[in-house]
Nanobody, 123 residues
Framework: QVQLVESGGGLVQAGGSLRLSCAASEGTFSNYAMAWFRQAPGKEREFVARIRWSTSSTAYSDSVKGRFTISRDNAKNTVYLQMNSLKPEDTAVYYC????????????????WGQGTQVTVSS
């Protein structure tokens, strides 16, 4: 199982930016996809973005498309989520996850999860 550790959350004003990082345990991830999910209080965990490790192909939810960018650094075994033009509705705990189901978007299809990092966007 992949060990994942997120960092980079915090408090930011609406319109601002944050970059989240997800450091993965040592290993090769060529068969993996990495993703970011988020969960707001009282809501279900929702898909945000996914990147296929081997090709860097990406996918985004409609709610973040054009504002968020997912990327990965192969040398550092790290996945990033650059979040721009943040809105109060982006407030949530953000989770990094890994799967061998490379086109997955459902939380149930991801077997490895980080502990989460809080992102709060004030209006």
């Amino acid at each position: 199982q992949v060990q994942l550790v997120e960092s980079g959350g915090g408090l930011v004003q609406a319109g601002g930016s944050l970059r989240l990082s997800c450091a993965a345990s040592e290993g090769t991830f060529s068969n993996y996809a990495m993703a970011w999910f988020r969960q707001a209080p009282g809501k279900e965990r929702e898909f945000v973005a996914r990147i296929r490790w081997s090709t860097s192909s990406t996918a985004y939810s409609d709610s973040v498309k054009g504002r968020f960018t997912i990327s990965r650094d192969n040398a550092k075994n790290t996945v990033y989520l650059q979040m721009n033009s943040l809105k109060p509705e982006d407030t949530a705990v953000y989770y990094c996850a890994a799967t061998t189901k490379i086109f997955a978007t459902r939380p149930v299809d991801f077997g490895s999860w980080g502990q989460g990092t809080q992102v709060t966007v004030s209006s």
